[in-house]
C-alpha cells in the first residue's frame, strides 16, 4: 500500500510539472505520439489534456451529430473532410451509426481512424452501385474501421503503401456474393513518380482485422503477390495479418485468399 501511494505522489509531481508547459508545447509534444491508441488516451487524463488532444491541429473529425459546422476541423461526412484534409492529416470518425461513402479516392498520405472503442463502434456502408468504399492512390492508414460493401469490393488499392490496422471488411451475402472481395488491389511492384523521379513501392498491410464474406479476401490483377499470410481462426470470425507486395518472381504466389464455407 506504501509502495503504491509513493507511486502516487510521483505520478502526481511529474504531471503537475508537465502541466506547467504552455499549450503550444503541450500540442507539439501530442503530435509526436501515435493517434492510436497514444494520442486518443492523453484525452481521457483530463479537461485540459482532452481538449488539446482533439484540437483540429492534430487530427480532422467527422461528426454528423455535430450542431456546430463552423467549427474548425469538424465535417458531416468523410467525403468532404477527405477533400479539406492536408497531406499526414488524421481524420477521426465519430462512433455511432454509419456512415455513406461511395467511391472515395484518397490522394493523399491519410490517417482513417474510427473513435469507438472497438471497430464495430464505427461503421462505413458502400451502396451496390459503388465499386468501392474507398479508393486509395497514395500512403495511406485505416484503422479501428468496419467497412461494409454491398456487391464489389470494400476497399480498392490503386498505388501508395496501405495499412489496415484492427479493421472489419465485410462483404455482404447476395446472389452476385462471387463477384465480392474485401481488397482488391490494381497497383504493381513499383512506379516512378515523375514529377519527383522517385519510385514509389506499392503494398498492402493487413493486421488483426476481421474479413467476413466476399469469394475471397484479397484480389490483385496487378504484379504484386500475397505473402506472409497468417490467419487465426475463431467460432464466429477469421482474423488476418498479410502482406501484398511485390516479391520474388520466382516464388509468387497465387494473390488471392479463399474464405472458409461456414
Known amino acids: 500500500m506504501e509502495e ?23 500540442m507539439h509534444i501530442f503530435s509526436f505520439l501515435s493517434p492510436i491508441p497514444d494520442r486518443y488516451n492523453t484525452a481521457l487524463v483530463c479537461h485540459r489534456w482532452r481538449f488539446l488532444a482533439c484540437h483540429p491541429q492534430l487530427w480532422l473529425r467527422v461528426d454528423r451529430s455535430a450542431k456546430d459546422l463552423s467549427q ?11 477533400s479539406a484534409a492536408r ?20 490522394e493523399k498520405p491519410l490517417c482513417l481512424i474510427g473513435a469507438g472503442e472497438s471497430p464495430d463502434d464505427t461503421t462505413l456502408i458502400c451502396s451496390r452501385s459503388s465499386d468501392s468504399a474507398l479508393e486509395f492512390m497514395s500512403t495511406c492508414k485505416l484503422a479501428n474501421l468496419t467497412v461494409r460493401a454491398e456487391l464489389g469490393c470494400c476497399l480498392l488499392h490503386r498505388s501508395g503503401r496501405v495499412t489496415i490496422d484492427g479493421c472489419i471488411l465485410q462483404c455482404e451475402s447476395n446472389p452476385l456474393d462471387h463477384l465480392s472481395y474485401a481488397i ?11 514529377s519527383a523521379l522517385k519510385t514509389c513501392i506499392n503494398s498492402v498491410s493487413v493486421l ?29 470470425s477469421l482474423f488476418f495479418w498479410f502482406e501484398v507486395e511485390g516479391g520474388d518472381k520466382n516464388t509468387v504466389q497465387s494473390a488471392s485468399v479463399e474464405l472458409p464455407i461456414s
Request: net charge positive; proline share 3%.
Open 208 to 236: 488483426r482485422t476481421r474479413i467476413e464474406g466476399g469469394a475471397k479476401a484479397v484480389l490483385t490483377s496487378g504484379t504484386l503477390s500475397l505473402q506472409r499470410v497468417r490467419v487465426i481462426y475463431t467460432r464466429t
Open 184 to 194: 482488391i488491389s490494381t497497383a504493381g511492384a513499383s512506379e516512378v513518380v515523375s
Open 87 to 106: 497531406p499526414g492529416d488524421t481524420i477521426l470518425v465519430a462512433a455511432g451509426g454509419s456512415h455513406r461513402v461511395s467511391n472515395i479516392k484518397i
Open 4 to 26: 503504491q501511494k509513493r507511486k502516487w505522489r510521483r505520478f502526481s509531481k511529474e504531471l503537475s510539472l508537465i502541466n506547467n508547459l504552455d499549450d503550444g508545447c503541450l
Open 72 to 82: 474548425p476541423g469538424v465535417y458531416p461526412n468523410i467525403e468532404i473532410a477527405v
